[in-house]
């Protein structure tokens, strides 16, 4: 089995599918500016590079496609974890990946700022453009990837240093050593965490708990102010208030930067993000691939799924 | 499926599956077990068991006395060593220089502790920097097979006689030239590198990948990453791992014996211009002297020395301990 291709199950002239409510409110591209906010001419412009159904969602109508991945595929020794990944990535939207264990979404994941790359046996096919640059160019220096595409982790990771240091370490190392205090102080504020912290910012970082130390870790990433925060399953290890706040964190967040968030959790997905992707294993030929299901706006995917592997994992039949 | 949760549609009309089983016949089961012990008897030893737990009593009593007596061997060095040489020490023992006649009583090892404290400064400062280099290029520079090769040559190079490297660095250093103290210095830092970098290797394998990660992902260059994040994580260990082997190397005898043993019994800090004074030697040909005064100083200066590498290699397991305990 393949992944279905976007642009044939979306088609609303083909056989067979399930008519969704977004087809029939905004069949033809040219009626997808009535659905923007504004319509623009530059949001007309921008559909030449989008496929027709990430046209159809009335969210990504006019936002610049930051991450254009395309048959993605990536292999651990021989092994293939992913294969035929196709979908975009928007600007200041949060993006969820969802599916279930073993299918791929973490290697998608670390693949969008090269993490994967110190992982023996690791190779990748396909393209990731970035903001139109190929990720995978013989040129392209991967510090300077992750310097514009900072990671959150499963596991709260602070640096044995004080909180202060925590934040502070990677701007001192970038030459953004000026206003030092402020910047520190402005990633906590961001991470929601000054008030808890700021009598104590010379402690060590390993005394916070877990969901301090997450939001710790978050401010360290935005303390750089990259462009997009890439979330691997930032709540898994939180107590349900913890993750309350990331998820709140994340609203407010996503103003400003582009959020992919890779998580377990459906109700999370369906609570925090403005498109979900749905990826699930394809165990077909004896091996055992992540694939891309389904990519949509959230509510389409909780509600009204294309792919019936969708719908069976999004009513927790399986997975 | 209709059902909104998902669940399979009941079959109430067929029969339990399980009531099916217990209605057969019990030959269906299997054939019934004969010769079952009696599950009804008092919990005493029985069949070959006592035999079993004879011998098992047996191993655990050899394998007590073969520990106990590599304890022993140490208490006992420890104990005739302390027992002939603690009586010698005094304050004038540690601070005067040895009378010129090594018949005469009275006198000190001044000389050799200053010069073995030269040599292994000396030798820790070479041997340091690059045995934590080569452990930081194994654990974060090196690909699979030269990581391996490397790991190897390491092994290789502990396991080398030191009398070999004494050999090596006398063709090197001596021959045409003359003994130094920079000679031992430089014997005991070949010694020494292989254990300093691979003790820094393992305690580099224990930072965790997460802080790694974490250190990668902020668009900070490796190298930044290792000084910042994974050299400070595994500073207590590092440490450790060089106390060791000052610990091992302040004993190294062999290759100084070539390289730093003919030298006037006085204080000198200079290890490049004449062969240094140094505890080790200093034993040695003490104790080859036929009389009585020089024997109980190489008793004297043995005991000193042992007890620096005991101190050396407690303060280093202590070090280790709080470094483990901290992360």
Known sequence: MRPPDPSDTADPGAPNVRPRVRINTAPQPAEASRLAPNGSPAETASRGIATRAQQRSARTVGREAIFDVQDLAVSYGGAQAIAGVTLQIHRNLITAIIGPSGCGKSTFLRSLNRMNDSVPGFRLAGKILYHGHDLYDGAVDRVEVRRRIGMVFQKPNPFPKSIYDNIAWAPRNLKMKDGLDERVERALRAAALWDEVKDRLNQSALGLSGGQQQRLCIARAIAIEPDVLLLDEPASALDPIATTLIEELMQTLKNRYTIVIVTHNMQQAARVAERTAFFSLDVSAGRRTGVLVEYDDTEVMFTQPTDRRTSDYVTGRFG | ?327
Request: charged letters at 15%.
């Open chain 2, 1 to 327: 499926m209709s059902d909104p949760f998902g669940r399979p549609p009941e079959t109430t009309d067929l029969p339990d599956p399980a009531v099916q089983l217990m209605t057969e016949e019990p030959e269906a089961m299997g054939p019934p077990a004969t010769d079952l012990p009696d599950f009804s008897g008092p919990l005493t030893p029985s069949g070959h068991l006592r035999r079993r737990q004879l011998i098992s009593r047996l191993a655990e009593v050899g394998q007590t006395t073969a520990a106990l007596l590599a304890v022993a061997v140490l208490g006992i060095v420890v104990y005739s060593v302390a027992e002939r040489g603690a009586s010698v020490l005094s304050l004038g023992f540690l601070t005067k220089d040895p009378p010129l006649l090594a018949g005469s009583a009275g006198g000190g090892i001044a000389p050799a502790i200053v010069g073995t404290a030269v040599i292994m400064a000396l030798a820790t400062a070479i041997a340091m920097p690059i045995g934590i280099l080569t452990a930081l290029y194994l654990t974060e520079f090196a690909g699979r097979w030269s990581g391996r090769a490397f790991r190897l040559i390491l092994d290789l190079l502990n396991g080398l006689p030191t009398i070999v490297v004494g050999l090596f660095v006398f063709g090197l250093l001596v021959v045409g030239h003359h003994q130094s103290g920079f000679a031992g210095s430089f014997a005991l830092a070949i010694i020494m590198l292989p254990l300093i970098a691979r003790a820094t290797q393992e305690v580099l394998l224990l930072v965790p990948v997460g802080l790694r990660e974490a250190a990668d992902a902020l668009g900070v260059s490796h190298w930044r990453t290792v000084r910042g994040v994974v050299l400070p994580t595994a500073r207590g260990g590092i440490l450790t791992a060089t106390v060791l082997a000052v610990a091992r190397g302040a004993g190294e005898t062999a290759p100084l014996i070539l390289l730093s043993s003919i030298f006037a019994n006085t204080v000198s800090a200079n290890p490049f211009g004449q062969a240094l004074p140094n505890i080790p030697v200093y034993i040695f040909t003490a104790s080859e002297s036929a009389e009585a005064n020089g024997f109980s100083r190489a008793w004297g200066a043995a005991f000193v020395l042992l007890v620096f590498i005991l101190l050396a290699s407690i303060v280093g397991r202590t070090l280790s301990r709080r470094s483990t305990l901290s992360r």
